[in-house]
């Protein structure tokens, strides 16, 4: 059995690496060294990412006809590419099995379920454990004896896949750094390796996808895995490590323990993460800066207090201004996350926000609002509004604004060619 696991093309990648690491490269490392299925069948695991290589028609066929078994990642930016990658793969191999995954198909798994060309759909983020099951389905293998899932753990209704069980941290894939085209990887991000921290979010934030790709339980990867990781000998390329994470210090514990673990190994590549402003201090952020931390972001998305109350987020500008001036004394880069377009949003906001972080020495970043519930509504694909998703199709919420003019503020001219501008 080859088990593919699939990124589709892309026309641009309009994000950082994140998501190709915690989406293909650490479900590759669930599969290869974690999953009971998996060894039960003696499967092989290999990535194939369409965004970074380029493949013929040729290539793609033989793919097809190889595998037995095509998890295909699905997100914002990919949908109707990755569709068109299934049907294709569909038409050379009948008998190939496409499980679609990723943050799309868990926005509205029902409505890829109903495409011909997909067999499955993970529906609620729980990856790992569904592609357990799927494997142990198409072996004629119990996924109870297998991989410990009982019929109260998964639900199985028409195509789609609802896994209930939390699968536990320590059993998270670590990147299959030796399955990717690392190379290109790094040549995109500036040679910048990413590892998710934890899943899950806590908060319920209206603008924001988390409670539906994973679950409001957050859970840690170890603190020792993840110091093992950043104080790895790499290659000369490898330059930092992107530590992807919701809210990174909401548990204040476990970071001074990850801390203190990095500080025993010595020798961390410099690393990056992201959190909320209310969840950080003084002396979180000087243990991370002493432990090789260089950039901290804070989802700020808006500072028009009225947005905030109805985003269920309120960041003031004393706390803001506040954790910058910590960032700056211990040596950390403060970013600010901010979107564009929100509900009831006016383009003074956005000026007065980059105003706000020119005077505080806070690096802004403005992205256009994804907007989810544009996909979450929709019945089927064909009614739905890919502009509203597709950063590289980027719908422009302010009339008064140019095109250009929103494009300078995504994409500054200030940033040059910087590869990993996130």
């Known amino acids: 059995m080859l088990i593919t696991i699939m990124w589709p093309p892309e026309l641009v990648i309009t994000e950082s690496m994140f998501r190709h690491y915690t989406g293909i490269a650490e479900i590759a490392g669930y599969l290869r060294d974690q999953s009971a299925a998996v ?7 290999e990535v194939v990412d369409c965004a970074v290589e380029v493949k013929t028609a040729l290539n793609i066929a033989s793919i097809a006809r190889k595998s037995t078994l095509v998890p295909l990642y699905i997100n914002m930016n990919n949908i109707l590419e990755a569709l068109q990658l299934a049907r294709f793969m569909k038409g050379v191999n009948p008998g190939l099995t496409i499980a679609v995954y990723g943050e799309a198909a868990a926005c509205n798994p029902r409505v890829f379920a109903e495409l011909t060309e997909v067999d499955f759909v993970i529906g609620n983020g729980q990856t790992e454990y569904a592609l357990d099951y799927i494997i142990c389905k198409l072996q004629g293998l119990s996924p109870d004896q297998i991989s410990g899932l009982s019929n109260s753990d998964v639900v199985e209704e028409e195509k789609c896949i609802f896994v209930s069980k939390i699968l536990p941290s320590e059993c998270w894939g670590m990147p299959a750094l030796d399955l990717l085209p690392l190379k290109q990887y790094l040549a995109l ?14 908060f319920h934030c209206e603008f924001c996808n988390e409670r539906l790709v994973s679950s409001n339980i957050l859970r840690y990867r170890s603190p020792e895995q993840v110091a093992a990781f950043l104080c ?48 950080t201090d003084d002396d979180l ?13 804070v989802g700020v998305e808006t500072l028009d ?13 004393q706390a803001l201004t506040k954790f910058a001036a910590a960032c700056k004394q211990y040596g950390i880069l403060p970013r600010a996350l901010l979107i564009i377009g929100l509900n009831g949003q006016r383009f003074d906001d956005i000026e007065k926000a980059m105003h706000f972080c020119d005077e505080c020495g806070i690096d802004g970043r403005f992205r256009v609002l994804q907007d989810y519930s544009a996909l979450i509504s929709c019945k089927s694909i064909s009614e739905l509004d890919i502009t509203k998703l597709d950063r590289w199709n980027t719908w422009n919420p302010f009339r008064e604004l140019p095109l250009n003019e929103l494009r300078k503020i995504e994409y500054p001219p200030a940033k040059g060619d910087v590869q990993n501008y996130v």
């Open 39 to 45: 060894r039960a069948v003696s499967a092989k695991v």
């Open 189 to 202: 991000s500036n040679g910048e390796l990413h590892l998710l921290i934890n899943k899950g979010c806590p």
């Open 232 to 279: 790895a000998p790499y290659e000369e390329k490898v330059r930092s490590v992107y530590l992807d994470a919701s809210t990174f210090t909401y548990d204040k514990g476990w970071v001074l323990t990850l801390c203190d673990e990095i500080r025993k190994r010595g020798k961390p590549l410099p690393w990056k993460t992201c959190t909320r402003v209310d969840c």
């Open 285 to 297: 952020i000087r243990a991370m800066a002493e432990s090789g931390c260089t950039r901290i972001s």
């Open 305 to 317: 207090e009225n947005i905030q109350s109805r985003n269920r987020k309120c960041v003031s500008r």
